[in-house]
């Protein structure tokens, strides 16, 4: 069942197996101008397995949802006994860096920083130009280590371009600064993405006016273009990061050497 107030009306509609039941009404509210959507809905025993969601799941998607929607509340209210409900709110005020701010704790190795560009381009020369804006929240741990890559609002389990990008730009800045600094004994082979992904806590949410997603599942995307752009911004980003932070350079280098040669 969906509810949609609009223009001063509500707009309630009826679906059942997928088709429309009893077509779109129009009817007067006493909501005035306040405009929002309700939507009431459960699981099909015919279509689904089992239809017992559990609770983690909903706390989870709402979770992520807050995450990347800076400022906006989600509130999970569960029906504990009849008429009864327990309520909780889902809400980060700074989005991304609150939440790599939270996971780090307070014994990070660096502090929690947050780097957002908009850019415009095409996957490929006779594709349409489109922009992405990306977001990057990150911080280097010897206590915790988590990559999250967003993108529209959806969590990207299996990464696909945002997580290139990372590996790329990461090991790229990173293996520069070791190699000017002179951090690499003679004869050493170059870190690679584990050694640095063992110390990184990084959250990237992008958006996109074009998506390319690997599969129906959507739990990864593929633009060539998101992934160029990713790589480029984080790196530069990177390297002037360690210029104007010296303590937080060498201490990334040092855990990430540390890392390489356990």
């Excluded at 004994?185 to 050694?195: L, M, S």
Aim: proline share 3%; glycine share 6%.
């Amino acid at each position: 069942d969906a509810s949609v107030w609009r223009d001063g009306f509500k707009y309630p509609l009826h679906f059942e197996k997928g088709e429309n039941v009893g077509g779109l009404h129009k009817e007067p509210t006493d909501r005035g101008k306040k405009t929002g959507s309700t939507f009431r809905w459960k699981p099909d025993l015919e279509v689904f397995t089992d239809i017992d969601i559990p609770v983690d799941y909903y706390t989870d998607v709402m979770k992520r949802q807050a995450v990347v929607n800076a400022g906006v509340t989600f509130r999970f209210r569960e029906e504990t006994s009849a008429g009864r409900f327990s309520t909780t709110d889902f809400r980060y005020d700074n989005g991304i860096l609150d939440y790599v701010t939270e996971l780090a704790g307070e014994e990070s190795l660096t502090q929690p920083v947050f780097w957002q560009t908009e850019r415009k381009g095409r996957d490929r020369a006779d594709k349409p130009e489109y922009k992405v804006k990306l977001s990057v929240a990150l911080c280097f741990s010897n206590k915790t280590a988590l990559c999250e890559y967003y993108h529209n609002s959806s969590f990207l389990e299996h990464g696909g371009s945002p997580e290139k990008a990372t590996r790329s730009a990461m090991v790229s800045a990173i293996d520069k600064y070791l190699r000017d600094n002179n951090k690499y004994v003679k004869g050493e082979a170059k870190i690679t993405f584990p050694d640095v992904q063992d110390c990184l806590i990084l959250v990237s949410s992008s958006f996109s006016t074009q998506t390319s997603y690997e599969n129906q599942t959507k739990k990864a995307i593929t633009n060539k273009f998101i992934q160029e752009a990713m790589t480029e911004f984080l790196r530069s980003r990177l390297e002037i990061y360690f210029i104007e932070n010296r303590d937080a350079a060498e201490k990334i280098a040092a855990q990430v050497l540390i890392n390489k040669r356990s």
